[in-house]
């Protein structure tokens, strides 16, 4: 039964917004997790999610607090060991070994509904959560001392924060009135499940194009899920052609590292954007993940980046609590976006570089690229740095991931 009061009211039950809700509860503060519907409980062990995301070793350590890791690891979640990122043959590659570390592999590639449904039975057992099924906001008033939910039926609903993980299209960013910037990459994801004719070998392959990278995500031994960034209208293309057309296309992109693919399912297509809230908080009112930023998925980085924003909130909320201040004041959430804005927004810029860099034509800098990828290769002081980047090392970690 929901109250009419709570700690943390959190509108979004996704992987951010239901590990962000879980997360308060284990903390003991009162929660109420606001979603349209109950996320998917149930599916056919012969399909695949064609949402995926690359998991941090942080994201694991997060997850694995929480409780939901071995749920997860129940299902399915697919380790790998190496990652090679290419342009040009032999020259223009390197090769990330999670060994080189002395790592059992550089993280892990999980379906999303993987990820949500975990989260989501851990938040049906908690104690301290209601969940708000099918309701649609309508309003938000926020101050310091407590926040108002208003829905469309008439009830509201008081909180000390009300947390927005609500997506890009953040209802909870857009109410309490704070500005979105957004730059179009003019750039559309191509994404489908794909069968490898020689298995993925625990790599992930990632080959920069001049329209955008295609990236290779292993999802079992001989499947892997893709990601190919390209045009608009070059992904209307690959939408629009035949299975045997887009098999041979894909199979041509990867230049055969893995053999023959097979498109296994159907394909889809959304468009690339950068987003960045000019804000994350205000009083009584905290957003989360891609609510408060949205990067290229060329790195893969943006739930590793969500868990973080959780990670850090939660810290700033049990000190907070720990030292009888007003969850929802100013100050107090000002910690959390400190915390976190500066690190997004260099996260989201050097994703920038990176496509700016390798999107560009000019044959000088595509010889220097290929020298620089071919070095990194070649120095193990350059490729260990990239192979902790890729394991979520470097960052200060929230201490909720370190309890």
């Known amino acids: 039964m929901v109250k009419s009061r709570y700690d943390i009211a959190v509108v979004g039950g996704g992987m951010v917004g239901a ?14 997790l606001v979603e349209r519907e109950r996320p998917l409980a149930e599916w056919s062990a012969e399909s695949f999610d064609l949402r995926v995301s690359a998991l941090t070793r942080t994201s694991q350590q997060l997850l694995d607090q929480l409780g939901a890791w071995p749920l997860m690891a129940g299902q399915r979640i697919t380790p790998y060991r190496d990652m090679c990122v290419w342009e040009r043959e032999v020259l223009g590659e390197v090769t990330f070994h999670a060994a080189d570390l002395g790592e059992p592999d550089l993280g892990h590639i999980v379906e999303n509904r993987v990820i949500t ?3 989501w039975r851990l938040i049906e057992q908690a104690a301290h959560i209601d969940v708000c099924l099918g309701k649609e906001i309508v309003g938000l008033e926020h101050s310091d001392q407590a926040s108002t939910l208003a829905f469309t039926d008439g009830q509201h609903i008081q909180a000390s924060v009300i947390v927005g993980a609500d997506g890009a ?4 960013r857009e109410l309490a009135g704070i500005p979105c910037h957004m730059q179009d990459y003019q750039q559309r994801a191509v994404v489908a499940t794909v069968e490898t004719q020689q298995g993925n070998v625990g790599t992930a392959w990632q080959r920069f194009m001049p329209t955008g990278p295609l990236a290779l995500l292993p999802v079992t031994q001989h499947f892997f899920s893709i990601v190919w960034s390209t045009t608009p209208t070059q992904a209307e293309t690959l939408l629009q052609m035949s299975a045997e057309d887009f098999n041979q296309a894909l199979t041509e992109a990867s230049q055969k590292r893995c053999g023959d693919l097979t498109l296994r399912g159907k394909r889809v297509a959304f468009p690339l954007r950068k987003q960045t809230a000019a804000a994350y908080i205000k ?4 957003l989360l993940g891609d609510a408060a930023h ?3 998925p060329l790195a893969g980085q943006g739930v590793n980046l969500g868990f973080l924003d959780v990670g850090a909130l939660i810290d700033v909320l049990h000190h907070a609590r720990m030292h009888h201040e007003p969850l929802g004041r100013l100050g107090v959430l000002r910690r959390y ?16 570089g990176f496509k700016q860099l390798f999107g560009n034509t000019n044959p000088a800098l595509y ?23 890729a394991l979520g090392q470097g ?9």
């Open 19 to 32: 590990s962000c809700a879980l997360a308060a509860a284990q903390q003991g503060l009162q929660v109420l």
């Open 117 to 119: 449904h975990a989260l």
């Open 169 to 172: 299209k953040s209802q909870v």
């Open 283 to 286: 009083p009584g009112v905290a």
């Open 294 to 296: 949205v990067i290229h």
């Open 337 to 352: 976006e400190r915390a976190r804005k500066g690190y997004n927004q260099t996260v989201q810029m050097a994703m920038d």
């Open 367 to 389: 010889a220097l690229r290929n020298l620089g990828l071919g070095l990194t290769g070649r120095i193990p002081v350059l490729r260990q740095q990239f192979e902790r980047m």
């Open 395 to 403: 960052v200060e970690l929230p201490d909720f991931v370190k309890r």
